[in-house]
């Protein structure tokens, strides 16, 4: 064969191979173009053991291109995002940034990743919260507090029964957890799984609230035991100033009043307990007093009853009075 065949319109024939190449490109790429998708998929977080994410995204969209046969195999199972979190403080509105990647190895997968998320970060801290009992007397019954409890089915030491509360720092603030006995109790009496109410300063605790971690909760319902007693062994009755035993000087007048508690339980024999209408307090002297006082003294309760606070103040509001010249 003569080289001459090959060399002969050089020029022209490495036109016709180029254009060969080309096309078959074209009919290639017509038949596997080029192709951008979005797929929304769930977030991974990766975080310490003492922090919790409050309402962070569940899902993010994901842009992802490539080839049409290989974009075609990217699902939710090897198309993922995910957060690190491990190196974030508590605070609000704490920026983290999301990555996103394809586990696809059988062809090429250009994945953007999604913009930064902003999430309210929070201390993770453990509480143990006695379940306190709500209970209501049947009429002519009284109910012994000290003999009223919730118990947990199970527990080690199911009584007095605790919750486990794991989650937020800031919503264990004033956190107690109730438990209310159905009905009006009678003599000794209990009832079975009743549900537990976590409640705080804000309110009831909203569980609905998406963590991450989870907010968990080990007791969810308990069993309450109830005694009372036949008559009224407790009652919660009004406390009231005496008179001063001397009233302010001359040119000066008590324009209010304020006693703290206002009210108190007492407790003791029922018929003596059905005696007392109100607590008066012990008279104080306001014969050298010319300013605002406050006075701490000691209830006395009647013979035979006892109450659940044994010191009160009474605070006097003391201002000249405009029809009389104050005392040189």
Not at 111 to 118: D, E, F, G, K, L
Not at 262 to 280: K, L, N, W, Y
């Amino acid at each position: 064969m003569s080289w001459s065949i090959l060399t002969d319109d050089w020029r022209l024939k490495l036109t016709a191979l180029g254009l060969a190449i080309l096309m078959l490109g074209a009919v290639a790429f017509s038949q596997n173009p080029p192709t951008t998708r979005t797929l929304s998929v769930s977030l991974v977080y990766s975080y310490p053991p003492n922090i919790i994410l409050i309402n962070p995204p569940a899902r993010t969209n994901v842009t992802y291109s490539g080839l049409a046969d290989v974009i075609a195999n990217v699902n939710t199972s090897n198309l993922i995002a995910t957060v690190d979190a491990t190196g974030a403080r508590p605070g609000n509105a704490v920026r983290l940034n999301v990555t996103a990647r394809s586990l696809i190895s059988s062809g090429i997968v250009t994945v953007q990743s999604p913009a930064p998320i902003a999430v309210n970060i929070d201390t993770l801290q453990a509480v143990d919260v006695p379940v306190q009992v709500t209970a209501q007397a049947a009429a002519g019954w009284s109910i012994d507090p000290s003999k009223t409890l919730a118990t947990c089915p199970g527990a080690q030491n199911p009584s007095p029964c605790k919750v486990h509360f794991v989650g937020p720092v800031s919503w264990e603030s004033g956190l107690k957890a109730l438990a209310t006995f159905p009905g009006r109790a009678i003599g000794k009496t209990d009832s079975l799984n009743q549900q537990v109410q976590l409640v705080n300063s804000s309110g009831p605790v909203d569980f609905t609230i998406r963590t991450v971690p989870t907010v968990s909760t080990d007791v969810t319902a308990v069993g309450i035991h109830v005694e009372a007693f036949a008559g009224t062994t407790h009652a919660s009755v009004p406390v009231v100033d005496s008179p001063p035993t001397h009233g302010p000087p001359s040119g000066y007048r008590v324009t209010g009043i304020t006693v703290t508690p206002s009210i108190v339980t007492i407790s003791g024999d029922p018929a003596a307990v059905a005696r007392v209408q109100t607590i008066v307090l012990p008279a104080v002297d306001l014969s050298r007093t010319t300013s605002d006082a406050t006075f701490s003294v000691a209830i006395q309760y009647p013979t035979g009853l006892t109450g659940d606070t044994q010191t009160a103040t009474v605070k006097y509001s003391i201002s000249p009075n405009p029809n009389v010249s104050p005392s040189p």
